[in-house]
Structure formats: C-alpha cells, structure tokens
Nanobody, 117 residues
C-alpha cells in the first residue's frame, strides 16, 4: 500500500519561510511523478508544483519543489510566505509521467500551513 506522509507544516509570519517534507513508503518513489497541492475552504484544490522522474518541474515559480530519491522524500521550499498561502498542503504521487491537473493516483493526509499577516 502506497504511503505518503507530509510534515513540516505549521504557523509562520508573512515573509517567513517553511519547508514541507513528504515521506514515501511502499512504492518505487523514484519512478513516480510527485506533486504538491493545496486546498482551503471555499476553493478548489490547487496544484502548487510537480516534479517528474527526471526532475523536470511544473510550477508557478513562487515555491521550489525537489526530491531526494535516496531518501524517498519530496520537499517544498516556501519562501516569502503570504497569508493567502494558508492552506492544507498535500503530497501526491503518480506512476511514471506527471498527469494533468489533480489526477494523481496517491495522496497524503495533508499538513496545515498557516501564515499570519
């Protein structure tokens, strides 16, 4: 059974930084596209960034996604955080190529990120 566990969330003041981690287990991490998504009440789930098996990324440019295949861990470095970044952040995995939108096969439970004004 694929397991994805997010960590590193918490509260930070606007302008601060935070690094999220996603530990993966029970699947071939290096052969999966990985992604970060976020969701807040009243909004649709939003793709933050993705990184494929060749480390090519798909993101808006605000945050930096990376992966450590040796540790089967996905990261999201978030700098200059804004209150609008407040959300539950989810780690996701999909076999082989990165899928469009939020159609990833496996999902973690999420970690809360709160950015104070």
């Amino acid at each position: 059974q694929v397991q994805l566990v997010e960590s590193g969330g918490g509260s930070v003041q606007a302008g601060g930084s935070l690094r999220l981690s996603c530990g993966a287990a029970d699947f071939a991490f290096r052969y999966h596209c990985m992604g970060w998504f976020r969701q807040t009440p009243g909004k649709e789930r939003e793709e933050v960034a993705t990184i494929d098996i060749n480390t090519s990324t798909r993101y808006t440019g605000r945050f930096t996604i990376s992966r450590d295949n040796a540790k089967s861990t996905l990261y999201l470095q978030m700098n200059t955080l804004k209150p609008d970044d407040t959300a539950v952040y989810f780690c996701a995995a999909h076999p082989a190529s990165c899928p469009p939108g939020g159609s990833f096969e496996y999902w973690g439970q999420g970690t809360q990120v709160t950015v104070f004004p």
